[in-house]
């Protein structure tokens, strides 16, 4: 595989915006922030695929940038929109279970931590993979750490599609020839993820957020079991 | 064809049960699709025992020995959580011909449809794609009662599976990738394991990895394990027999596929892994059981014991291990199938969390209880008892006397916290004002589920140790 | 050598007079943003002038250091000007004094200086303003320390001069990520050492949210001017290391002829004037951050330089 300068130089740059924004979802404090935040990831996710097609010829990797782009940047926000209350879109001030410059050294070392792993399995010719396996690998840690540190439901929904994205961005480096079956049943995935967990967030935020205190109490002896 | 036909018969059941019929249609559809769906998973059994895998497309859709295994137990746990169901939905959760009912067997068939289809997929990515399923179909049984504990139990469920789920994938993708390398051709589980081999050791051992911590998320291994206590407790049991039953035999089915294919890899330990998390959850699990405050929550934790001695058989190796698991699976899977059946008809005829002398309350619920847990805590001569046996003296045989030992510690312990818990809940005096008397289709339910767990320990019928010897030639290649 | 001299004289009247061209510029640009009409472009001029023509009043509690501070505070922008490439490509006659870290001990120089003048005349102002800019300062190091890390790492030298090319030979060099990355993370820091939005807010005039115009409080006529005009040089020394040491040596003189070098103050003001532009929408778009978020700030542009390091060094 020809590998040119420019498509490694770009290929490098789509991946190190998307390490950026993996932190970034981890620290961000609004919602909408951090959906930004997850859309911009996913473009870069879909960068990083059309370069590679673009440099390694498989066609398959133009549809993977194509669903990506349509599924989680753009239908993705629309769902989640039509599922989740207004209200906890406009939420601001997040809570957090560890403040930001603490979480910020997590995702650092997280980050390492993933290179140490990942730069030993990747051949040293191939550039894309160098790249890609390594900051695939620390999107996921980096993502599972916001799933820890967040407390809010949306937040949380979109720490998990991060995390696939890092998964999908070693992905396409690493078998970029797979089925494209695989690829649209996981694509419809996403949209059923965001569809159960945004109708299971409604439900959360309509019994929790307007507890009837009464209702729980009379419950109570009967819940449960 | 039958295998295409299997999954499809759920389905049917949930289209059917989408659109208002009169009296109980609904739940007669879902013991009717399970009953065919056993009867047919039955026949590909029966197939598989004799050494004939069932392919319906090859390379896509196929059956072997250990699929069969799988496929047989999710449809047998199927068909008694639906015959269970029609008794305990209008008794707990919704009355007769209700929406919520409906709402009930719509999630309940699809659940169960995405549980089969599993075994059936030869693809290791089509494989997450239908463990992922089984995660979505199932939230919305987990927090079917909408009270506020439920809701929370089923965020954290889906939360921390598809945790799981993510870095599964990634590791099914290094997967796809050490095939590519060692010029594997088709990404199936066989051209999997023909291909191990020529992997590379640290890939391998990074995908398997990957892969267990993920999917082990399902099973409530120890590093993910903290959904299980609330998921069980909040879940109405029909669901819980399933989420034990069967997901958790599906789930642990994918593993088990992997193991052959890092066991063919030198120098990936994979056997150390396996052996290592295993003992970590069983002996973590013990010690949640000790402290559990109710015996659902006691079942959950077996469940997570159980799947950690599982790994652990596949991890030692070797055909007496192999088989070991394999039959560790059946027993697990069909005794706490019984387990958690006799617990929903305890919650039946008292609906409290806090239960005491319910022999006195419910004869019927209160010796299933109590058979229950002497069957799952691996009282002689009862299966679970068997397949532990065999995989201790696996452990000897297999030079790992330190593991062996520590299981049986562990395991000797869980017992008796077990029975501790069990003992609490059936003795005593009872200080329950109300009884509610139980359905007949519970007890009918509960005693067609009970055949299995004595019937098994004492006679293994031929065509069951045939299926289980092909299954242990799978895990064990 | 008498050429390379002379050159060196031109670069640094070249900082010396525009620096306050830069500041004005970037006033009358905001103002014009936020639909005011605002001052002239020369404005800083006239201020400058205005303060040189009238009296100093100096505190007779302070003691040496805080009438030395305002020429420590002139000169170092001037001698690190002297160090790094403001017009040229090719090292001139003092380069060899110095590399970017001995740029940074200078203008780390001035910058003590500085803090230990508002300390000096106990307005208590003044310890409150330079406490925060060592605030400020302390979280801005192991960031710079990074940069230069990274930079050394990929050029392989700490000389500017050799920095500057390693962006552009072969051209997609500039997209490496941890080129990207640095500009980002040196953007930032430019912000927060020079005082800028949102780490603080140098037209404000509320003593107690300033941090680096409270330090300038006591000082009046030519002290006022000598450190005005020395914080205008510095801030233009700053972007003069980060457009042509960071991004990229485009439009500065390659061939060692007057003309060359004459022609390269217009390009390389041009060059300013674009990131002139980018401060203004920042500016614009940003508002101040509270104290305690400066943190998170500088924690992001700390996180940013090192995913830059750390994806050159694997």
Redesign the interface.
Known sequence: MVQS??A???N??A???F??TA?ALV?VRQVQACLAAFVLESVLLAASAFILAAASGIPDLVAVGLITIAVKAVLLPWLLRGTVPEEIYTRRELSQLVN??AS?LI??AL??AA?L?A???APAQDAFI??NL????AG?FI??LS?VTRRE?VP?LVG?LA??N???L??VS??P???L??EL??SF?VL??VL??G??TR??HE??GT?DIVE?VE?S????? | MTLIVIPLLPLAAALWALFPQRGRAAAGATMAAAAAAAGAAWSVALRSAAGAPTVAISGWIACDGLGALALVLVAGVNLSAAIFSYGYVSARLAPAGSRAERRYYVDYNLFAGSLLLVPLLSEPALVWIAIELTTLLSVFLVGFTRTRGALEAAWKYVVLTLMGAAIALLGFLLLYWALRGAGGAAFTWDGLTAAAPRMPAGLMQAAFLLVLVGLGAKLGLVPLHTWVPDAYRHAPAPVCALLSGAEATVVLYAILRLVPVAAGVPGAHAGGWLIGFGLLSVGVAVFLILQASDYKHVFAYSTIEHMGIILVAAGLGGALASYGAAAQVLAHSVTKTFCFLAAGAAAVVTPRREIQGLLRISPVAGAALLLGGLAIAGAPPLAVFLSEFTIFRAGFAERYPIAAALLAGFVAVGFFAVMAHVNRAVFGRAGVRKVIPLPGACVFALAAASVPVLWLGVYVPRPVLGLLHQAALWIGR | MAAHMLFNVIQALTVLLLSPLVKGVLDRWKERVQSRRGPTIWQPYRDLWKLFQKDEVVSDQSSWIFRATPYVVFTMPLFVTLLIPALTTYPLFFAFMGDMLGAGFLLAFGGFFAALAAVDTTNPYGAMGASRTRMVGFLAEPVFIIVFFTISFVAGSTIPYIVQQQWVSPPSNFFEPSHVLIMLAFLMLLLAEAGRIPVDSPSGHFELAMIDESKNLEYSGRGAALMNWGGAMKFMVLQLVFLNVLVTPWGLAQTPSLAAVMLAIPLVFSKILVLLAVLTVIESSLAKLRLFRITEFLGAAFVIATVAMITRIF
Do not use: C, K, N
């Open positions: 300068a420019w490694v130089a770009l490098d740059l991946g190190g915006l390490l950026l932190v620290v930001v410059p910020l995702a650092l980050t390492l290179y792993i730069v030993p399995l160098r790249v390594p900051i695939g690998l996921l993502s599972a799933l439901a949380q998990l995390m696939e890092g998964a999908f070693a992905g690493i078998a020839d797979l089925p079956i695989a049943a996981a995935d059923v993820i159960v967990m109708i299971l439900a959360i019994h929790v507890t729980l419950r002896d009967e819940e449960e079991l």
